[in-house]
């Protein structure tokens, strides 16, 4: 990961530990933010790239990883780009191939997850996260953005030759 990435996540992890001392963290929650009633989290490339590695690390399963992340694709419809004026794709929600549908629900830990994903955060203690917004960061991004399981499906097939 680049320095400045490094910069950011670690910034951002020490926003969300002072946020979860005053009450404001994710705990109970039933994670909206993770499904397509909100989210539209698109990451680059590179941040594509990390995530794999991270879970290389681990030893996951990347067929099931790359039919997880297919399944969304395909659901959403992810693969169709809408473009509301040239150079301009219509954000799309869809609900995270990493979500598991539980208390917590990100099977990514914050060290490992995008910045944008880092960077959304309740606003209000009642853990119902109808009220959470993203934290403002520097974002170093370089290159296109896309959504999470096109970037992961991408790079697992590219990089590591996954079909």
């Known amino acids: 990961m680049c320095p400045?990435?490094?910069i950011a996540r670690d910034e951002l992890l020490l926003k969300m530990r002072d946020l979860e001392n005053t009450g404001l963290d994710c705990r109970d929650c039933q994670a909206p933010c993770c499904t397509f009633?909100?989210?539209s989290m698109r990451i680059t490339e590179a941040e594509g790239q990390d995530l794999v590695k991270y879970l290389i690390s681990i030893n996951a399963d990347l067929k099931e990883i790359k039919?997880?992340?297919?399944?969304?694709?395909?659901?959403?419809r992810l693969d169709k780009d809408f473009f509301?004026?040239?150079?301009?794709?219509?954000?799309?929600h869809?609900?995270?191939?990493?979500?598991?549908?539980?208390e917590l629900g990100c099977t990514i830990p914050a060290e490992h997850k995008p910045?944008?994903?880092?960077?959304f955060n309740p606003t209000d203690a009642d853990k119902k996260g109808q009220t959470c917004k993203s934290l403002s960061y520097t974002d170093?991004?370089?290159?296109?953005?896309?959504?999470?399981p096109r970037v992961v499906l991408a790079v697992l097939e590219k990089v590591l030759g996954i079909l």
Do not use: W
Not at 95 to 101: A, I, L, S, V, Y
Not at 140 to 148: A, D, F, T, V
């Open 94 to 102: 869809y609900t995270c191939p990493f979500f598991n549908n539980r």
């Open 84 to 92: 509301m004026k040239p150079d301009a794709r219509l954000r799309r």
């Open 115 to 119: 910045l944008g994903c880092l960077a």
């Open 37 to 39: 009633h909100y989210n």
């Open 140 to 148: 170093n991004s370089e290159g296109p953005k896309l959504e999470i």
């Open 4 to 6: 400045q990435k490094q």
């Open 67 to 76: 039919n997880k992340c297919r399944a969304v694709i395909d659901e959403y």
